[in-house]
Structures are given as C-alpha cells and as structure tokens.
C-alpha cells in the first residue's frame, strides 16, 4: 500500500518500507513506505497549497464531499472492517463497529458545521462604541497534523479529521506504524470522494520522523492522542513556533465502587470498562476501588465473568477479547503485573502471557502505594483491586495519580454518587458506569498530565479556528 501525497499514491523518497505485522499471527500483512523528512516536507508544501483551494469550497459543498466519502465508506465495510482486525489484533466485531463509528463522528462534525455561526456586538453595547459594528468570525487554522495511536485509529481520524476538513483546513494524517492500513484507504476514499490534493494526505512515518511534522512553521495545529511523554515531548517541539496543540493523552481512571453500590452492574461494567480492546484504551477503568466490605463479592463475580469471555484469535466471530498490538507491549504488561505482585498484589486470574496475548489478569490485595494505584498505566486487560473503606479515601487514592483523564463511581444514592463525582481530579466523571465513556458529542479531555485541550462536536471547531475580529466603525 501506498501513501498519499498530494492527491497522489506514492513510495517514500527513499524507496525504504517497513512492515505491518498481524499481531495475533506474528505474519506480515503487508509493506508500506517508510516515509522520511523529505517526505514530510513535500507533504506540507502540498497541504498549504491544497487548504487555499479546499477553504474556497463552501461548507455546504465540503458537506456532499464528506457525505460522499461516508457512502464510499460504507460500500467498504467489510474490507476496512477486516483490515482494521487483522492489523490492530481487536476482535471483528469490534473492527466492524468501529468502522460503523465513522458515520456517525463525520456526519456529527458536518452538520454541526452548518450551524458553526458568527457573532456580533451591536452598536452601542460598550460605551463609546455607538457607532461600531463589530463582527466576530472563525476562520480556518490551516494546516493540521493528526498524530493518530494504534488503538482506535478509525475512531480518532474521525474526530480529527472530520472537523479539520469541516473548517476548511488541511489535514495531514500521521497514523501508529504499528496498524497504518486502514487510515491509508480511508484517505484514498476521501481523495476519491473529492477532497482536492493536499488537502488530506497521509504519511507512513516512524514516530522520530513526525517530529518533522511537528517542527514545520507551515503547519498550525498538532492535535495528537498518545502517551504524555510523547505529547509532551510534541508540545516542547511545537512551542518553537507557537505552534497550537491539541494533547488527548495517557490515564489511569479510578473506578470506585462504594458500600452501596451495585456490584453485579460494576461487574458488567468492569468488562465493557476494562475488557474492551484488550484494555488499549486510555479512558478505560485502570484502578479498581472497592469498598472493603464489597471487595471479596466483587473479584469472585470478576473472576467468574471474566471466566465466560471467549479469547482467542480476533478472525473469529465469536471472539470477545484477543491480543495486544504487539509482543513487546505484552511483555510491557507483563512486567508490570510482576512490579505490582512485588509491591504487595496477589494474582487470583491471569498472569500469563503468550506472544501478543495476555490473559485477562485479576490482582488482589493492591496496596494504595503501588504504582499501579497512582501513575503506572496498565495499558492491558488487568484489574489491580484496590480496598478502602470511606468515601473520603477513595477520593484521595484516586487523586493520588498524575493523571485525570476520566474516572467513575458507582452507589444506589444519587447525591452520594455526585458529590464523589464532583470530587474527582478529571476531565470526566461517570456514575454507576466504566469510566469508558467518550460520545462523539461531549468535550473529551483530560486535567492535569492527561491532555490539553478537548475534542468532540462541541468543542473541536474551536481548536481548529482562529477568530477574526471585522469592525464596521462609523457604520451609523
């Protein structure tokens, strides 16, 4: 498969490629261009170019283009949907669901870009200013960089790429070099559906190589999901040029369960919260807090759940949950499940690791000073059970972490429940729900180490415009 460079498919500069590995199989699915500097910087030039031309399409008419591309999408289903699972190691069903995802974030950024209205100030509404019309409009950013992870990549160009091209930006797609595949067809497809050259492209770049994105003055916004230290180390480089970004980054949500709460429906929750995606998700539930007197009814029903998951090779229908992206990202888990049965935490599910799976892994007895129970993100199917025995603790346990990507809490009492809600250090907060909660509506974002900046129809078009002041002086 080829990139696409200025509404072309073509090799890297320097003829090099790497491979896409299945991670259930360890097999090569295909190779792709390794794409250099070079490639990069001929990728900005032609996305400066094609944003001029793509700004003068009005929105309406960006609107049929984007539709167009919606219908292309969904002849294709099944292809992206199949690609998307042999590339990423998450199960079919998943795949297809989230290739069913992509007509809902578009068509959610296009319509809300109909309505994407201008403001005014009449004249007189400050003193002095009788006389003064003052217009405020949004205008486009430019050019976008969309550094996009491996774990929902289709999910994630949606809400990147959808509103860039909404505003009339261009948008240049940086996909993981783990599963590139599905995000490469999806930018032929919009190429097809109309979207002129340059004004999306996307690079097979190793991750040293998107710096080269990053660091470029002609691009205006990096809005990029990852780790903090990545994000961070992209808002070093980009403050250079004062470059805007856009950080949804790394978490590790506090899943809190108090004395009232409903264990059965936290159990349920637990899988749909921790389950999903092999536990790749950044707002999935990563620290479970269970009131003391629930702790022990709470991991036999984990236990005894989690049991009935069918697991095994993502192909197959009926899988439920399957591998990581990778070998090296179980040995990752894995090492961290030793870290925290040193630090005090008891296996009673799991703990075992073959290639690129792990088994789903349940670890009693978590003391609230290992690491998992502040800044260690299990980017895996783990559940650290972690005891306390007021509202008050729990609240501090979960606050003890760096991050504050999302967070839940489950109880019977509503106020009790939103008060604990209200407490949490996070972006967001869900009641007797997994903290796995992102709509394509809702500002999703985190405090602290877990981002800068929010995306969602809400929100994104703000971080994708700049505001253009037009006065009208004199004007009665």
Known sequence: MKMVINGRLCDSVSGETFDVIAPATGKVIE??????????????????????VWAEYPISRRAEVLYKFLHLV???????????????????????????????????????????????????????????????????????ACIIPFNFPCDLFDQKVAPALMMGNA???????DN??????????????????????????????????????????????????????????????????????GGNDAFIVLDDGDVDLAVEEMIWGRMYNTGQVCCASKRFLIHNSLKDEFVEKAVARIKQLRYGDPAEEDTEIACLISEKAAIKVEKEVELTVQQGGKIVLGGKRNGA???????????????????????????????????????????????????????????????VASAMEAGGAVINGASFFRSFEMPFGGWKYSGIGTEGVMSTFEEMTRVKNIVLKNII
């Open 31 to 52: 190779a792709v261009p390794k794409a250099t500097a070079e490639d990069i910087d001929m990728a900005v030039g032609a996305a400066v170019a094609g944003q001029k």
């Open 357 to 419: 799976f792990y088994d789903p892994t349940v670890i009693v007895d978590v003391p609230a000073t290992a690491d998992v129970a502040k800044d260690m993100e299990i980017f895996g199917p783990v559940v650290p059970v972690i005891g306390f025995d007021t509202d008050e603790e729990a609240i501090d346990i979960a606050n003890s972490s760096k991050f504050g990507l999302s967070s839940c809490v489950f109880s019977r009492d509503q106020k009790r429940a939103f008060k």
């Open 171 to 177: 948008a240049i797609v940086l996909p993981s070099s």
């Open 74 to 144: 969904d002849a294709n289903k099944e292809e992206l949907a199949q690609t998307l699972c042999a590339e990423n190691g998450k199960p079919i069903t998943e795949a297809r669901a989230e290739i069913g995802n992509i007509s809902i974030g578009f068509s959610g950024f296009i319509e809300r870009a109909k309505h994407f209205y201008g403001e005014t100030i009449p004249p007189g509404t400050e003193a002095g200013q009788d006389k003064t019309l003052q217009i405020v409009t949004r205008e486009p950013i430019g050019v976008v």
């Open 180 to 249: 590139p595949l599905t995000l490469m067809r999806l930018t032929e497809l919009l190429n097809e559906a109309g979207v002129p050259a340059g004004a999306v492209q996307c690079l097979t770049a190793p991750g040293a190589v998107k710096s080269a994105a990053v660091t470029d003055p002609r691009v205006h916004l990096v809005t990029l999901t990852g780790s903090t230290e990545v994000g961070i180390d992209t808002a070093v480089l980009a403050a250079k040029d004062l470059t805007h970004t856009a950080l949804e980054l």
